[in-house]
T-cell receptor, first 115, second 115 residues
């Protein structure tokens, strides 16, 4: 149990376009979902925390107008990278919290390449 | 702010060798400590955790003890297998750092085990 999926697993887009990444909890309801960004050989950096039905809480330095997060239901959160640029190329990982405040389950990640 | 420092990799060992991956942390309050593992092509999985000082987390032959006096949570395994090859992340979450239990990660240590 406690499986989290992400779609797509990888995406290539042109500079200036927008890309949507989905994060789904497949067999549980997620009260909270988190979005992380991972650069090569770097740690995971938290971008934002989202709760179903409310606005996401963004970490300092993360542009909320660029990285739009929508937590539409207890099993789905989406991250939209708007007007993507090459510097947005990265590995984006989501996680979902099932209830216990430290119980986070991670998706496999999405590789975004902006050309 | 809160942070996690873990040893640089990659670490290459022969099968049945002893493994230690060092992890130290800086945190206000009383953090919970975690080791996550990321196998190739998969999402992060919780390997073990410890929620208070002197607790020992263990799973799949791996162990780590929460040492408050040295602010450390070193990961050990007595005899590694080829299947243990993965990237290992030390992480913490605290009552005072972050919101809603978000995790703060170290940079990760890549382990390669040769037969």
């Amino acid at each position: 149990g406690a499986v989290v999926s992400q779609h797509p697993s990888w995406v290539i887009c042109k500079s200036g376009t927008s890309v949507k990444i989905e994060c789904r909890s497949l067999d549980f309801q997620a009260t909270t979902m988190f979005w992380y960004r991972q650069f090569p050989k770097q740690s995971l950096m938290l971008m934002a925390t989202s709760n179903e039905g409310s606005k996401a809480t963004y970490e300092q330095g993360v542009e909320k107008d660029k990285f739009l997060i929508n937590h539409a239901s207890l099993t789905l959160s989406t991250l939209t990278v708007t007007s993507a640029h090459p510097e947005d190329s990265s590995f984006y990982i989501c996680s979902a919290n099932r209830g216990g405040w430290y119980e986070q389950y991670f998706g496999p990640g999405t590789r975004l390449t902006v050309t | 702010g809160d942070s996690v420092t873990q040893m640089e990799g990659p670490v290459t060992l022969s099968e049945e060798a002893f493994l230690t991956i060092n992890c130290t942390y800086t945190a206000t309050g009383y953090p919970s400590l975690f080791w996550y593992v990321q196998y190739p092509g998969e999402g992060l999985q919780l390997l073990l955790k410890a929620t208070k000082a002197d607790d020992k987390g263990s799973n799949k032959g791996f162990e780590a003890t929460y040492r408050k006096e040295t602010t450390s949570f070193h990961l050990e395994k007595g005899s590694v297998q080829v299947s243990d090859s993965a990237v290992y992340f030390c992480a913490l979450t605290g009552l005072y750092g972050g919101s809603q239990g978000n995790l703060i990660f170290g940079k990760g240590t890549k382990l390669s085990v040769k037969p």
